[in-house]
T-cell receptor, first 114, second 109 residues
Framework: DTEVTQTPKHLVMGMTNKKSLKCEQHMGHRAMYWYKQKAKKPPELMFVYSYEKLSINESVPSRFSPECPNSSLLNLHLHALQPEDSALYLC????WGTGTGEQYFGPGTRLTVT | SQQGEEDPQALSIQEGENATMNCSYKTSINNLQWYRQNSGRGLVHLILIRSNEREKHSGRLRVTLDTSKKSSSLLITASRAADTASYFCAPRDTDKLIFGTGTRLQVFP
């Protein structure tokens, strides 16, 4: 299984809502990533988990809260978002914790904040 | 920033033609990767070239790397309509990838 799955595919939420994005991989990868991508822009790294520990936080606002319950799962908890947070949120994984090799991406969650 | 900058930003060609995309970056790297993204979807890894390699092939893809010029190129030969996508280079920093600005390739049947 070489697939990274993400749920939901689409999410619309108000600025006072709390929601979560979910990412799952069963490739035994030890690093997992969250990226944010605005239209016609490259993905921007948000967080990196290496061996289930947060190793990189790219100065992301606290309204985004990542969680790695186990080596196969990665969540992104959302609270009090702003309309400018509307974007495609991509999850990825790579085999080793150092993130040296290729990354496998999920299809993304299209988030709209109203 | 380690981010790659790609040239051209957009490229339109006919099926059967070759497409070349260029990437420049700023600091030393361990490897450089190329990814493809179909509209609004996840990225797909195409090829990884290490800093001690100069050229690499994978099917219709050919990647070159010139570390002295801090540049890389991706050549897609005999393009197909299905190659229509955005292509990103990603120089690898010490512990993360920083994606380049991307080239939007359109291949007309």
């Amino acid at each position: 299984d070489t697939e990274v799955t993400q749920t939901p595919k689409h999410l619309v939420m108000g600025m006072t809502n709390k929601k979560s994005l979910k990412c799952e991989q069963h490739m035994g990868h030890r690093a997992m990533y969250w990226y944010k991508q605005k239209a016609k822009k490259p993905p921007e790294l948000m967080f990196v988990y290496s061996y289930e520990k947060l190793s990189i936080n790219e100065s992301v606002p606290s309204r985004f809260s990542p969680e790695c319950p186990n080596s196969s799962l990665l969540n992104l908890h959302l609270h009090a978002l702003q309309p400018e947070d509307s974007a495609l949120y991509l999850c990825a994984s790579s085999q080793w914790g150092t993130g040296t090799g290729e990354q496998y991406f999920g299809p993304g969650t299209r988030l709209t904040v109203t | 920033s380690q981010q790659g900058e790609e040239d051209p930003q957009a490229l339109s060609i006919q099926e059967g033609e070759n497409a070349t995309m260029n990437c420049s970056y700023k600091t030393s790297i361990n490897n450089l990767q190329w990814y493809r993204q179909n509209s609004g979807r996840g990225l797909v890894h195409l090829i990884l070239i290490r800093s001690n390699e100069r050229e690499k092939h994978s099917g219709r893809l050919r990647v070159t790397l010139d570390t002295s010029k801090k540049s890389s190129s991706l050549l897609i030969t005999a393009s197909r309509a299905a190659d229509t996508a955005s292509y990103f280079c990603a120089p690898r920093d010490t512990d993360k990838l920083i994606f380049g600005t991307g080239t939007r390739l359109q291949v007309f049947p």
